[in-house]
Protein backbone atom coordinates (compact mmCIF):
# COMPACT_ATOMS: atom_id res chain seq x y z
CA UNK A 1 0.00 0.00 0.00
CA UNK A 2 1.31 3.59 -0.85
CA UNK A 3 1.30 5.92 2.48
CA UNK A 4 0.86 9.93 0.86
CA UNK A 5 2.52 11.94 4.08
CA UNK A 6 3.58 15.06 1.53
CA UNK A 7 2.23 16.42 -1.51
CA UNK A 8 5.56 15.79 -3.11
CA UNK A 9 5.13 12.34 -2.55
CA UNK A 10 1.94 12.50 -5.28
CA UNK A 11 4.36 14.62 -7.21
CA UNK A 12 6.74 11.46 -8.01
CA UNK A 13 4.37 9.36 -8.25
CA UNK A 14 3.05 11.12 -11.39
CA UNK A 15 6.27 11.94 -12.83
CA UNK A 16 7.69 7.91 -12.12
CA UNK A 17 4.90 6.72 -14.86
CA UNK A 18 5.92 9.87 -17.31
CA UNK A 19 9.69 9.65 -17.43
CA UNK A 20 11.78 7.05 -19.30
CA UNK A 21 15.26 6.39 -19.61
CA UNK A 22 16.64 9.12 -22.43
CA UNK A 23 14.12 11.38 -21.56
CA UNK A 24 14.94 14.99 -21.12
CA UNK A 25 13.58 16.91 -18.18
CA UNK A 26 13.53 20.40 -16.30
CA UNK A 27 13.47 20.97 -12.88
CA UNK A 28 12.63 25.03 -12.90
CA UNK A 29 13.61 25.42 -9.39
CA UNK A 30 16.23 23.50 -8.65
CA UNK A 31 16.20 24.43 -4.49
CA UNK A 32 17.62 21.48 -2.45
CA UNK A 33 18.18 19.37 -5.40
CA UNK A 34 15.50 16.75 -4.36
CA UNK A 35 13.64 17.03 -7.75
CA UNK A 36 16.94 17.10 -9.74
CA UNK A 37 18.26 14.09 -8.15
CA UNK A 38 15.26 12.27 -8.87
CA UNK A 39 14.65 13.44 -12.56
CA UNK A 40 18.37 12.75 -12.89
CA UNK A 41 18.05 9.06 -11.68
CA UNK A 42 14.97 8.82 -13.88
CA UNK A 43 16.02 9.91 -17.26
CA UNK A 44 19.11 7.40 -16.68
CA UNK A 45 22.42 7.59 -19.07
CA UNK A 46 21.41 8.63 -22.08
CA UNK A 47 18.70 11.28 -20.42
CA UNK A 48 19.08 15.10 -19.48
CA UNK A 49 17.92 17.25 -16.74
CA UNK A 50 17.83 21.10 -16.57
CA UNK A 51 17.71 22.69 -13.60
CA UNK A 52 17.33 26.32 -12.40
CA UNK A 53 17.69 28.75 -9.78
CA UNK A 54 18.64 32.48 -8.92
CA UNK A 55 20.91 31.18 -5.46
CA UNK A 56 23.68 29.88 -5.75
CA UNK A 57 23.71 28.01 -2.85
CA UNK A 58 20.97 26.20 -4.06
CA UNK A 59 22.23 24.95 -7.02
CA UNK A 60 25.61 23.79 -4.53
CA UNK A 61 23.53 22.05 -2.52
CA UNK A 62 22.24 20.48 -6.00
CA UNK A 63 25.73 19.37 -7.28
CA UNK A 64 26.78 18.01 -3.67
CA UNK A 65 23.56 15.47 -4.06
CA UNK A 66 24.19 15.16 -7.33
CA UNK A 67 27.86 14.59 -7.02
CA UNK A 68 27.22 11.98 -4.38
CA UNK A 69 25.47 9.39 -6.53
CA UNK A 70 28.04 10.35 -9.57
CA UNK A 71 25.12 11.99 -11.79
CA UNK A 72 26.52 15.75 -11.71
CA UNK A 73 27.50 14.27 -15.57
CA UNK A 74 23.93 14.61 -16.81
CA UNK A 75 22.72 17.33 -15.70
CA UNK A 76 23.31 20.99 -16.66
CA UNK A 77 22.59 24.03 -13.81
CA UNK A 78 21.65 27.15 -14.14
CA UNK A 79 22.28 30.07 -11.87
CA UNK A 80 19.23 32.34 -13.68
CA UNK A 81 15.71 32.63 -12.94
CA UNK A 82 13.02 30.17 -14.72
CA UNK A 83 11.84 32.85 -16.59
CA UNK A 84 14.79 32.57 -19.05
CA UNK A 85 13.42 29.18 -19.61
CA UNK A 86 13.67 28.83 -23.19
CA UNK A 87 16.92 30.41 -23.31
CA UNK A 88 18.55 27.57 -21.99
CA UNK A 89 16.45 24.74 -22.76
CA UNK A 90 15.45 24.26 -26.79
CA UNK A 91 14.64 20.07 -26.91
CA UNK A 92 11.07 18.90 -26.16
CA UNK A 93 10.59 18.26 -22.72
CA UNK A 94 8.92 15.22 -21.01
CA UNK A 95 8.22 16.49 -17.25
CA UNK A 96 8.77 20.29 -16.05
CA UNK A 97 8.84 20.30 -12.25
CA UNK A 98 8.21 23.48 -10.53
CA UNK A 99 8.21 23.43 -6.73
CA UNK A 100 7.43 27.14 -5.66
CA UNK A 101 8.63 29.37 -2.68
CA UNK A 102 11.96 29.81 -0.90
CA UNK A 103 14.94 27.65 -0.49
CA UNK A 104 14.24 25.52 2.88
CA UNK A 105 16.71 26.65 5.29
CA UNK A 106 17.17 30.29 3.35
CA UNK A 107 15.77 33.46 3.49
CA UNK A 108 12.49 33.55 3.27
CA UNK A 109 12.58 37.23 1.65
CA UNK A 110 13.75 35.25 -1.42
CA UNK A 111 10.71 33.24 -3.01
CA UNK A 112 9.54 32.57 -6.67
CA UNK A 113 7.28 35.81 -8.24
CA UNK A 114 3.76 35.34 -9.52
CA UNK A 115 5.15 36.82 -12.96
CA UNK A 116 8.35 35.33 -12.85
CA UNK A 117 6.66 32.14 -12.08
CA UNK A 118 3.96 32.13 -15.22
CA UNK A 119 6.53 33.61 -17.62
CA UNK A 120 8.20 30.27 -16.84
CA UNK A 121 5.26 28.26 -17.25
CA UNK A 122 4.32 29.98 -20.42
CA UNK A 123 7.68 28.94 -21.98
CA UNK A 124 7.47 25.31 -20.26
CA UNK A 125 4.13 24.68 -22.30
CA UNK A 126 5.95 25.38 -25.05
CA UNK A 127 8.38 22.91 -24.42
CA UNK A 128 6.13 19.96 -23.71
CA UNK A 129 6.01 17.09 -25.73
CA UNK A 130 2.55 15.68 -26.33
CA UNK A 131 1.54 13.45 -22.97
CA UNK A 132 4.36 15.27 -21.09
CA UNK A 133 3.38 16.93 -17.35
CA UNK A 134 4.06 19.78 -16.19
CA UNK A 135 3.91 19.98 -12.17
CA UNK A 136 3.48 22.76 -9.82
CA UNK A 137 3.83 22.74 -6.16
CA UNK A 138 2.27 25.61 -4.50
CA UNK A 139 2.64 26.56 -1.11
CA UNK A 140 -0.15 29.08 -0.17
CA UNK A 141 1.00 28.85 3.51
CA UNK A 142 2.98 31.77 3.30
CA UNK A 143 2.60 34.86 1.91
CA UNK A 144 4.11 35.40 -1.38
CA UNK A 145 2.87 31.56 -1.94
CA UNK A 146 -1.00 32.60 -1.11
CA UNK A 147 -0.69 35.50 -4.07
CA UNK A 148 1.55 32.92 -6.51
CA UNK A 149 -1.96 30.23 -6.04
CA UNK A 150 -4.52 33.44 -6.45
CA UNK A 151 -2.39 34.54 -9.43
CA UNK A 152 -1.80 31.20 -11.45
CA UNK A 153 -4.83 29.20 -10.45
CA UNK A 154 -7.53 31.21 -12.66
CA UNK A 155 -4.83 30.81 -15.85
CA UNK A 156 -4.40 26.97 -15.03
CA UNK A 157 -8.11 26.46 -15.30
CA UNK A 158 -8.33 28.42 -18.70
CA UNK A 159 -5.58 25.87 -20.39
CA UNK A 160 -7.76 24.91 -23.68
CA UNK A 161 -9.42 21.36 -22.88
CA UNK A 162 -8.34 20.97 -26.54
CA UNK A 163 -4.41 21.20 -25.75
CA UNK A 164 -4.46 20.11 -21.82
CA UNK A 165 -5.95 18.50 -19.10
CA UNK A 166 -5.55 20.42 -15.99
CA UNK A 167 -5.57 18.27 -12.35
CA UNK A 168 -5.46 20.02 -8.86
CA UNK A 169 -4.53 18.31 -5.77
CA UNK A 170 -5.17 18.99 -2.31
CA UNK A 171 -4.63 17.08 0.69
CA UNK A 172 -7.72 18.46 2.14
CA UNK A 173 -7.59 17.05 6.13
CA UNK A 174 -4.58 19.30 7.19
CA UNK A 175 -4.31 22.41 8.49
CA UNK A 176 -2.31 25.53 8.33
CA UNK A 177 -2.38 25.67 4.30
CA UNK A 178 -0.26 22.94 3.41
CA UNK A 179 1.32 22.66 -0.52
CA UNK A 180 -0.95 21.79 -3.14
CA UNK A 181 -0.36 20.33 -6.36
CA UNK A 182 -1.33 21.12 -10.04
CA UNK A 183 -0.11 18.73 -12.53
CA UNK A 184 -1.12 20.11 -16.61
CA UNK A 185 -0.48 17.09 -18.95
CA UNK A 186 -0.31 18.20 -22.60
CA UNK A 187 -2.65 16.00 -24.55
CA UNK A 188 -1.72 13.69 -27.43
CA UNK A 189 -3.31 14.54 -29.71
CA UNK A 190 -1.90 17.79 -30.42
CA UNK A 191 -3.12 20.44 -33.07
CA UNK A 192 0.78 21.31 -33.55
Given at each position: ?38 LAEKVGPAGWV ?143
Amino acid sequence: MIKIKQITEITHLLVVEKLREGDRAVDATAGNGNDTLFLAEKVGPAGWVHAFDIQEEALNNTLEKLSKKGLQNRVSLHLTGHEYLLQYVQEPISVIMYNLGYLPGSSREITTKCDTTLESIKQALKLLLPGGLVTIVLYPGHPEGAEEKKYLLPYFADLSTSDYTVAHYKLINQGHNPPELVVIQKNLFDKQ
